[in-house]
């Protein structure tokens, strides 16, 4: 079955420090995963996809992503923080079935401090 | 593209009434998804549509609630009758499905308060 980890519920950050937030993912065939960022009182925002081609990925907003099998991991990173990062951030894999449902990690809280 | 569209933004209403939470996804998107996001629950999808069709409904979480999606440009839900217990966000997304992903794309939300 299809799951998702994000390993830390909080992580704080200084301005212009990098930011890492840690997502583990299981799944029985190859998987599409996804980051999504909510703002708050938003909606959700796809900050990036992998889907099977290069395993790094940039996305919006200078964030990006590696997919690494043999870890099973999809961590998300950042050079350095801005104070509008501060936000949920959701690991998210595609589900099983062949239609396009999506199983969402718990988030993570980033906190970006002057 | 104006992205899918929720109405209204907010609803106040007190328990017992009916309440109607309408989506329009994104133009050409063949898959709709309702979900409901509250502090301790997180985020739980109630119901998707395949081409307007209902495929799984499984995270409805009670005959109160009810999902329609009468053609490809719009969706209701439905909570008949509500209770301070449904008081949450309420998102719907819609996706295009095919290969390459299956991302989704959200509304701006609901925010329901049932009193």
């Known amino acids: 079955a299809q799951s998702v980890t994000q390993l830390d519920s909080h992580v704080s950050v200084s301005e212009g420090t990098p930011v890492l937030l840690r997502c583990n993912y299981s799944?029985?065939?190859?998987?599409?995963l996804f980051w999504y960022v909510q703002h708050p009182n938003k909606g959700l925002q796809l900050l990036l996809k992998?889907?099977?081609?290069?395993?790094l990925v940039k996305g919006i907003n200078g964030f990006e992503a590696e997919f690494k099998k043999s870890e099973t991991s999809f961590h998300l990173t950042k050079p350095s923080a801005h104070m509008s990062d501060a936000a949920e951030y959701f690991c998210?894999?595609?589900?099983?079935?062949?239609?396009?449902?999506?199983?969402f990690g718990a988030g993570t809280r980033l906190a970006v401090h002057p | 593209d104006a992205g899918v569209i929720q109405s209204p933004r907010h609803e106040v209403t007190e328990m017992g009434q009916e309440v109607t939470l309408r989506c329009k996804p994104i133009?050409?998107?063949?898959?709709l998804f309702w979900y409901r996001q509250t502090m301790m629950r997180g985020l739980e999808l109630l119901i998707y549509?395949?081409?307007?069709?209902?495929?799984?409904d499984s995270g409805m979480p009670e005959d109160r609630f009810s999902a329609k999606m009468p053609n490809a440009s719009f969706s209701t839900l439905k909570i008949q009758p509500s209770e301070p217990r449904d008081s949450a966000v309420y998102f719907c997304?819609?996706?295009?499905?095919?290969?390459?992903?299956?991302?989704?794309?959200f509304g701006p939300g609901t925010r329901l308060t049932v009193t």
């Open positions: 133009s050409g998107h063949n898959s």
């Open positions: 998210v894999v595609s589900g099983p079935g062949g239609y396009n449902k999506l199983i």
């Open positions: 549509f395949n081409n307007n069709v209902p495929i799984d």
């Open positions: 799944s029985s065939y190859s998987p599409s």
């Open positions: 992998y889907t099977s081609a290069a395993t």
């Open positions: 997304a819609s996706s295009l499905k095919g290969t390459g992903g299956y991302e989704q794309y």
